[in-house]
């Protein structure tokens, strides 16, 4: 509940990465008890709070697996698109409209990480330095 409270809207996949397989029980769970609901959007199913306010499926199916793989790594996700990781870096996130997330770092240096990478293998293996 607190991940989906500060990442938004989530694919199951996405929260398996942190809670293990035991998280779609929980989730159903949530959901009879009205703290959660699910919702298909663009063929993907979301767990959202329900005063979750209207969302665009691509850049929030973006956002979850990018924050899922940042916290897997021990990195925190602090909202408004900023995320700490481990070692202090300040990181400011931009979704692109193509699947790929568009990182600034706290020096100013870019990097980028594409969707398909994000949701098969680690955050370590997935960002990309931009020139």
Known sequence: YRFIERAGPCPLAALEILFGKKTEKALI???????????M?????????????????????????FIARLEEK?????????CLTPNGTTLNLAP?????????DDKGRKLSAQLPDLKTTT????????K
């Not at 769970?29 to 919702?39: A, F, G, M, V």
């Open 96 to 104: 692109g409209k193509t699947g790929v997330m568009l990182i600034t």
């Open 29 to 39: 769970h949530l959901r009879r008890e009205d703290y959660i609901y699910n919702l």
């Open 74 to 82: 021990q990195g925190k996700y602090l909202g408004n698109g900023v």
């Open 123 to 130: 955050l370590d293996k997935c960002l990309k330095w931009e």
């Open 41 to 65: 959007m663009n063929g993907i199913e979301f767990w959202a709070l329900h005063n979750c306010s209207r969302f665009n499926p691509a850049e929030q199916e973006l956002m979850a697996w």
